[in-house]
């Protein structure tokens, strides 16, 4: 079993920076695909941002360029860090864990966390 925990989520000025950030606790977490995925109001939950263990990335088309995401497999941690913030970046961002090696944009990861909300104004 696999959980996940995140924390960074708050409520920033558009233009403005947050980092996100998600502990995974469970055996072999540091060898899973990880991710994050946004849900907005009335929205379909859609992808973010992957990577793999090994370091491989993969973004959204509307996130390229303004967010990163790494991990520290010594501390089990992913991190999200989002720069330029937009109005239309608000959301509950959920972090989740695939046990496969393969990075993919799909909502169907195997373990979730329970989200952290980020709100940006205008």
């Known amino acids: 079993q696999v959980q996940l925990v995140e924390s960074g989520g708050g409520l920033v000025q558009a233009g403005g920076s947050l980092r996100l950030s998600c502990a995974a606790s469970?055996?072999?977490?540091?060898?899973?695909?990880m991710g994050w995925f946004r849900q907005a109001p009335g929205k379909e939950r859609e992808f973010v941002a992957a990577?793999?263990?090994?370091?491989?990335?993969q973004y959204a088309d509307s996130v390229r360029g303004r967010f990163t995401i790494s991990r520290d497999n010594a501390k089990n941690t992913v991190y999200l860090q989002m720069y330029r913030l937009k109005p239309e970046d608000t959301a509950v961002y959920y972090c989740a864990g695939d046990p496969g090696s393969t990075l993919h944009a799909t909502p169907t990861y195997a373990y979730w966390g329970q989200g952290t909300q980020v709100t940006v104004s205008s």
């Open positions: 990577i793999s263990w090994r370091g491989g990335v």
């Open positions: 469970g055996r072999s977490s540091s060898t899973y695909v």
